[in-house]
């Protein structure tokens, strides 16, 4: 229901655009989010937004990432400059309807990103 995509190869300094796109359910009311899971590491809170587009991010992207809903094209979209390699992971989209964020309804198949140095 959810399908990640856009993940790749980049170098640092690079920009990727990462799209879920969604199906099966009402996309305009759910809060989505973007995770992320470094190998090794515990999966992390990228970027959350509201069903009313209010948006808020992880200090640790805050501006380089842009969180943003289509909800015509029931999709949602992590847009990221300026990468780094810490920034490599397997990028997760989510949707919740009441916005929660440790155990969202819906989690989409993630999707590879690395950034090489």
């Known amino acids: 229901q959810l399908q990640a995509s856009g993940g790749g190869l980049v170098q640092a300094g690079g920009s990727l655009r990462l799209s879920c796109a969604t199906s099966?359910?009402?996309?305009?009311?759910?809060?989505m989010a973007w995770y992320r899971q470094a190998p090794g590491k515990q999966r992390e809170l990228v970027a959350t937004i509201a069903s009313n587009g209010r948006t808020n991010a992880a200090d640790a992207v805050k501006g380089r990432f842009t969180i943003s809903r289509d909800n015509a094209k029931n999709t949602v979209y992590l847009h990221m400059i300026r990468l780094k390699p810490e920034d490599t992971a397997v990028y997760y989209c989510?949707?919740?309807?009441?916005?929660?964020?440790?155990?969202?309804?819906?989690w989409g198949q993630g999707t590879q990103v690395t950034v090489s140095s």
């Open positions: 989510a949707a919740d309807r009441f916005g929660r964020t440790a155990n969202p309804d819906y």
């Open positions: 099966g359910i009402i996309f305009s009311i759910n809060a």
